[in-house]
């Protein structure tokens, strides 16, 4: 990270409890940012939980924001309540005047998509009311959080980063596990396109931003792994190339500093991508770019793991 490039700046988290939403706050605390981390989880008795119902809080993605030399501050909000998400904007309002970053990051609905062998089943026998849910998860929360949050965006300056799985590109020629997960990754693309093409009159942008393989504190449980071993556990061979939740954070804070960022507005990108312009390494001193090697595999050219991952783990 370029020094405290962030310094001074407001961002916004939303859906900071775990995974990349950690990640990205985390980074932009790195970068110098106050960062606002948001979602259901908290330490208090009898708080709402997320859909995962793990042990991961907001409070906790706060202080390490704080830790790695940012101001986290944790403000508990279902994104998908109107009230509470109105009533966040109002709190901004009176003790911040503004924001300089949104981040929607929020989701929830992993559990949904079920184990591989669940995938690909067509749309008539899937479980109607969890497929919804799952839409409501990806699509409305992020809608309701920018509707709300959008007018306290800095014009011009502001950013807003829509956070999903894959590209525009990628997911127009990759049917994604189901019908509501295919159209509630591809509705995200889309959803930092549009945002981009209202904020750009104002000097605002927003664009899509995707992780890799991500290694999430649920992926790494999965694998009974750690980020401390995760090398030598026993993952498929792609996960090689997996990154922290960091690394996509750190793309995106590099991206916010950036006094040409508007070059991105509209875009559809993912982590290697960012990485690659503005020279981005992951906790661990590399670069991974999984989604270059699957490129590469599916043109067959039989790509080699190691060529995918600058610096040596």
Request: aromatic fraction near 8%; charged fraction near 25%.
């Amino acid at each position: 990270m370029a020094g405290k490039s962030l310094s001074g700046k407001i961002a916004v988290v939303a859906g900071a409890t775990r995974g990349a939403g950690r990640g990205i706050a985390m980074a932009l605390g790195e970068a110098g940012a106050t960062v606002i981390c948001t979602g259901r989880t908290t330490r208090a008795e009898g708080s709402a939980r997320s859909d995962y119902k793990r042990s991961e809080t907001i409070d906790e993605t706060a202080e390490l924001v704080t830790s790695v030399g940012g101001k986290g501050i944790a403000i508990p909000t279902d994104h998908l309540n109107k009230s509470e998400v109105q009533a966040l904007a109002t709190r901004i309002q009176k003790e911040f005047g503004h924001i300089d970053i949104l981040v929607n990051d929020i989701w929830g609905g992993e559990a949904m998509t079920g184990s591989p062998a669940d995938w690909n089943k067509p749309l008539w026998e899937m479980d109607l009311d969890q497929g919804m849910r799952m839409l409501r998860l990806a699509v409305d929360t992020h809608i309701i959080t920018s509707y709300y949050l959008s007018p306290l965006l800095t014009k011009p300056g502001g950013v807003v980063v829509e956070v999903t799985d894959g590209t525009l590109e990628y997911n127009l020629r990759t049917y994604r596990i189901s019908v509501f997960y295919d159209l509630a990754k591809m509705s995200i693309n889309r959803l930092g396109f549009s945002q981009g093409h209202e904020l750009k009159q104002f000097g605002a942008m927003a664009l899509s931003v995707s992780p890799g393989w991500m290694r999430s504190e649920m992926m790494l449980e999965h694998f009974n792994a750690t980020e401390a071993n995760w090398k030598e556990a026993k993952t498929p061979p792609g996960f090689a190339l997996s990154e922290s939740p960091r690394f996509v954070g750190r793309c995106i804070a590099a991206l916010a500093a950036d006094p040409d960022r508007q070059r991105w507005n509209q875009a559809s990108v993912n982590s290697g991508q960012l990485a690659k312009v503005y020279n981005v390494v992951d906790i661990d001193g590399t670069r991974p770019d999984v989604w270059s090697y699957m490129d590469a595999e599916e043109k067959g050219l039989n790509p080699n793991i190691a060529d995918y991952r600058v610096g040596k783990l």
